[in-house]
């Protein structure tokens, strides 16, 4: 029987300049899995994010996609599995917001096949699930802050992987466009079998829409689980800081003290 | 596709025939258009065929195929070095060129020669940039983009000693072929195949040239083998750079200005920029190369000025277009 993970972490190292991310990691993604990776600044998130999309090499351990090492498969084939949406976007040269979310599709054409009137359906409905619907034509250079790391979230919508890395989604976005995309996300995680895993810095937001954590403490350990993971102690040697649990009417909420 | 960019190539097409039938009926000799087709059919008199045929055809074709050329080879190397202001020649290739053919023609040797010389010193750059680039392993563009700079710069002094050796007669020619010259042009047979092939190769690319485009990480995430394409589009721009400084020197600006000239019209998918650039690199090579050699006739002024003389405004003048539209939509 095939297995059904979507990526396999053994014994994974990581390291970023002598310094170690991770070691012993052993992780298990799971369609309908969202998970958050929750850490300090440095404490190398970003790096075992790229780690585990494939675009940069573990220090030790092995990697598997539905039972395959992840280094055994071709780039396209990768970019079918594993989509990432990068923390910040450099656009070099002018684009269209279309032709961006349309970037997207490029994992499923073949070399000299060009974008087809499925594939623009695919990207224009996903620029309408970010809410970007009528910006079609408009040049990605004029679009704000926000409305750009919505493009990006549609381009990874288009991409259609069934596992979707986040660095830190919410980057820019105002606080209803935050629980639109959150809402968005693991509604379609949840819908289509996908699985998340978002690095985010805020922890209630984290709590209300994850159901699996992974904290990086940021000198190689690490704890994971769901919900019961995230208590005082842990969280204030992951962030260096005392933080207060507050129960409200939606369950708790933690505030800097 | 899009009605105006379908306009646009329509457009290029007709704007390349329109030059190149120019560049043949200018000049000394007066030649009408039906001169042209006696001449093609065979039933032209001995001075217009040898005008047409043996002068202005393989000049007209050296600047279309060389301007093409260098279009190309310098939306490739802005794409490769994800920066706008990159050109042909910035990773020092026509510095190599130059300094082989300066070397040509300090000797005193012309035609093949020069040619070889030319295009071995752009093959010898070309390799040394890529194995200092490529030393420690990882292969960063802003690596890439210092090593051929200071390469560039090194050739550049190699060159200001070649001229100061230079004896007086030799250091016009010389000083012509630095600012690109099409007076020592032959038909390009090896020009237009490595433009052929090179346009066959890059435009096949495309999609993933505009995904490398938004960045490396999001290009790698999305399938794109970025080591293997940057590899790939180094050799490529840097074959198609050497074979266009071979034919006609360093002309400058061509390189720099076509591909951003299309991409204010509106042209950003490499897939029909390329073949575009391509076009309007060639139709602007013969336009300046044509006005160089009848504006002052029978003086000729270097063909690099007039490149730039005519690019300058033209570019100005679509930007600011193009600013005032986006205003407009924006």
Not at chain 1, 33 to 39: A, E, K, T
Not at chain 1, 71 to 100: M, N, Y
Request: with cysteine; charged share 15%.
């Amino acid at each position: 029987m095939a297995d059904a993970r979507l990526l396999q972490a053994a014994q994974l190292e990581v390291s970023i300049a002598g310094h170690a991310v991770c070691r012993d990691l052993d992780l298990q993604i799971a369609p309908g899995d969202r998970w958050c990776l929750l850490g300090r600044n440095g404490a190398g998130k970003t790096t075992l994010l790229l780690t585990l999309a494939g675009l940069r090499p573990a220090a030790g351990g092995q990697l598997t996609v539905r039972g395959r090492p992840l280094t055994a498969l071709a780039h396209r084939q990768r970019a079918r599995h594993i989509g990432l949406l990068p923390q910040d976007h450099q656009d070099a040269f002018p684009a269209s917001v279309l032709e961006t979310a349309l970037a997207g599709r490029h994992p499923w054409l073949g070399a000299w096949q060009w974008e087809g009137a499925r594939d623009r359906k695919i990207a224009a409905d996903a620029l309408a699930a970010v809410g970007l619907a009528g910006f079609e034509a408009r040049d990605t250079g004029t679009l704000s802050g926000g409305e750009r790391r919505r493009l990006g979230l549609a381009t990874l919508l288009a991409q259609q992987t069934p596992l979707q890395l986040l660095d830190e989604p919410l980057n820019h976005l105002d606080i209803h466009q935050q629980v639109r995309m959150l809402e968005l996300l693991t509604q379609q995680a949840t819908d289509a079998g996908r699985a998340l895993l978002m690095v985010l810095h805020d922890i209630n937001l984290a709590a209300r829409y994850c159901n699996r954590f992974l904290l990086l403490f940021g000198d190689g350990t690490h704890a994971q689980g769901s919900h019961e993971v995230l208590d005082a102690n842990r969280l204030q040697r992951l962030y260096g800081h005392p933080l207060t649990r507050i129960d409200t009417g939606h369950g708790p909420a933690w505030l800097p003290a | 596709m899009n009605p105006r960019i379908l306009m646009l190539l329509a457009g290029l097409l007709l704007l390349s025939a329109t030059s190149l039938l120019y560049g043949l009926l200018s000049g000394s000799v007066a030649v009408r258009p039906e001169d042209l087709l006696a001449v093609l059919s065979g039933h032209g008199d001995s001075l217009q065929d040898q005008v047409l045929l043996e002068l202005r055809w393989p000049r007209v074709a050296a600047a279309f195929v060389s301007g093409a050329l260098l279009g190309t080879a310098g939306a490739l190397m802005q794409v490769l070095l994800r920066n706008p202001l990159a050109d042909p020649y910035v990773l020092g290739i026509s510095g190599g060129a130059a300094s082989g053919a300066l070397l040509a023609l300090l000797l005193g040797l012309g035609g093949a020669w020069l040619h070889g010389a030319a295009f071995g010193g752009a093959l010898c750059s070309m390799l040394l940039v890529f194995g200092l680039a490529h030393g420690s392993g990882s292969w960063s563009a802003q690596r890439l983009l210092l090593t051929g700079v200071v390469v560039a710069a090194g050739w550049g002094a190699l060159i200001g000693f070649l001229l100061a050796l230079a004896p007086d007669g030799r250091l016009r020619g010389m000083l012509f072929w630095l600012m690109g010259d099409l007076s020592y042009a032959s038909v390009p047979v090896a020009g237009s195949c490595v433009l052929l092939a090179g346009l066959v190769i890059a435009t096949g690319l495309g999609r993933s040239l505009n995904i490398l485009a938004y960045g490396e990480q999001t290009a790698s995430a999305l399938g794109v083998g970025v080591t293997g394409l940057r590899r790939t589009l180094y050799l490529l721009s840097s074959l198609l750079t050497a074979a266009a400084v071979m034919l006609a020197g360093s002309i400058g600006f061509i390189g720099l200005i076509v591909p951003h000239l299309l991409r204010l019209a509106g042209l950003r998918d490499h897939r029909l920029l390329l073949p575009a650039t391509a076009l309007l690199g060639g139709c602007l090579l013969v336009l300046a190369d044509t006005l160089a050699r009848t504006v002052l006739a029978p003086r000729q002024l270097p063909v690099g000025a007039l490149t730039a003389l005519i690019g300058v405004p033209l570019f100005l003048a679509l930007l600011n277009y193009n600013r005032q539209g986006l205003v407009d939509r924006g």
